[in-house]
Nanobody
Framework: QVQLVESGGGLVQPGGSLRLSCAASGSIFSINAMGWYRQAPGKERELVASTTSSGNTHYADSVKGRFTISRDNVWNTVYLQMNSLKPEDTAVYYC??????????????????WGQGTQVTVSS
């Protein structure tokens, strides 16, 4: 199994910055891709940013130029640097990982895993 724990959320003023972290742990063999999603009240969960093991990145149009996704070389932690924050960015942010891991009996499997979420509030 793989566990993901997000941190770094909080309250910031419009125009401010915040850095989210996602720490991965467990019987991980490899991580193929990771992404940050968010869900605001009354809205569906949406992809904010993603990155693959080869270094390719994708950003939602609403955050391009403001958010940056990055990771450690060994994929222990993935970050989301958020600059020029707007009230519209207020949401619970979730970390997601496409990972290969070792299950019981040492079988190697692949699945998606989710963190518990961290609240980001942008308000004056």
């Amino acid at each position: 199994q793989v566990q993901l724990v997000e941190s770094g959320g909080g309250l910031v003023q419009p125009g401010g910055s915040l850095r989210l972290s996602c720490a991965a742990s467990g019987s991980i063999f490899s991580i193929n891709a990771m992404g940050w999603y968010r869900q605001a009240p009354g809205k569906e969960r949406e992809l904010v940013a993603s990155t693959t093991s080869s270094g390719n990145t994708h950003y939602a149009d609403s955050v391009k130029g403001r958010f940056t996704i990055s990771r450690d070389n060994v994929w222990n932690t993935v970050y989301l640097q958020m600059n020029s924050l707007k009230p519209e960015d207020t949401a619970v942010y979730y970390c997601n990982a496409d990972a290969e891991y070792y299950s019981r009996h040492y079988y190697r499997e692949r699945n998606d895993f989710w963190g518990q979420g961290t609240q980001v509030t942008v308000s004056s």
